[in-house]
């Protein structure tokens, strides 16, 4: 299935893009979604380890899983305030 | 009562929006761009955000606050975009009955705010370098804290 990934602040200016669509071999989970991040874009690798990912508005941890029609944000630990 | 802008914040207008004659006290919070961090002197800092995941965010830490203490309103405003040194990033307004709560709950706000709301800033340094500011993540090591199989692992569990 392909998932399309928001990027958003370091995330973004590392891959040169705001979006990218993820080819995933389902059942997929956000694990295996970073995995697969790393692999497609590996200026992100650096950033992996921290990376938060949010379905909808929600923070996800890396066991849950994710849907073709899920929308899916990555992006570094926040720094607003 | 929460709002991302890229307008200069209207704290005063801000700190209207709580008051309320069931309220004894108001609690106004506001974070300013500083000009020295760690001896490097800082121009400006520039804003962006996960928009619609931010509102979301901000709103339920209004709607917890609430159920925390007996809080009677409470309104966040985020600016974003390109801040110059002293302007107004944040601001955050509580009213309560009495001082304790407005205190506490606005502590709260802030402090939750830096941890889970969508917004990020990167430092424009007066040698002409960019850095984006990205905290050791406490989400990063509470999403890792809820993960099955790392309860299994060490018998912890999420306590917030």
């Given at each position: 299935m392909n998932v399309a990934v928001r990027l958003f602040a370091r995330a973004r200016k590392l891959a040169g893009t705001d979006?990218?669509?993820?080819?995933?071999?389902?059942?997929?989970?956000?694990?295996?979604?970073?995995?697969?991040?790393?692999?497609?874009?590996?200026?992100?690798?650096?950033?992996?380890?921290?990376?938060?990912?949010?379905v909808g508005t929600d923070?996800?941890?890396?066991?849950?899983?994710?849907?073709?029609?899920?929308?899916?944000?990555?992006?570094p630990p926040v720094s607003g305030g | 009562m929460v709002r991302l802008t890229r307008e200069p914040?209207?704290?005063a207008a801000l700190t209207e929006r709580v008051r309320s004659s069931q309220a004894g006290a108001v609690v106004l919070f506001l974070g300013t761009v500083r000009e020295m961090t760690a001896g490097r002197r800082t121009i400006?800092?520039?804003?962006?955000?996960?928009?619609?995941?931010a509102i979301i965010k901000m709103q339920q830490l209004c709607d917890e606050a609430s159920t925390r203490w007996p809080i009677t309103a409470a309104?966040?405003?985020?600016?974003l975009g390109r801040l110059e040194l002293g302007e107004i990033s944040v601001a955050l307004a509580v009213s309560s009955p009495h001082r304790a709560d407005a205190f506490e709950a606005g502590r709260f706000l802030i402090d939750r705010l830096k941890e889970i709301v969508p917004v990020w800033k990167q430092e424009n340094?007066?040698?002409?370098?960019?850095?984006?500011?990205?905290?050791?993540?406490?989400?990063t090591a509470k999403l890792a804290m809820q993960s099955p199989s790392h309860e299994e692992a060490d018998g912890r569990s999420e306590t917030n």
């Open positions: 979006s990218l669509v993820l080819t995933l071999t389902e059942p997929a989970s956000v694990r295996q979604l970073k995995e697969r991040l790393g692999e497609t874009c590996p200026a992100l690798r650096p950033l992996l380890p921290q990376l938060l990912v949010a923070y996800v941890t890396d066991d849950m899983l994710v849907a073709a029609n899920s929308d899916i944000a990555c992006f | 914040i209207d704290y400006a800092l520039d804003y962006e955000a996960y928009p619609e995941m309104a966040i405003e985020h600016r340094w007066d040698d002409g370098t960019t850095e984006w500011v990205h905290p050791d993540s406490t989400m």
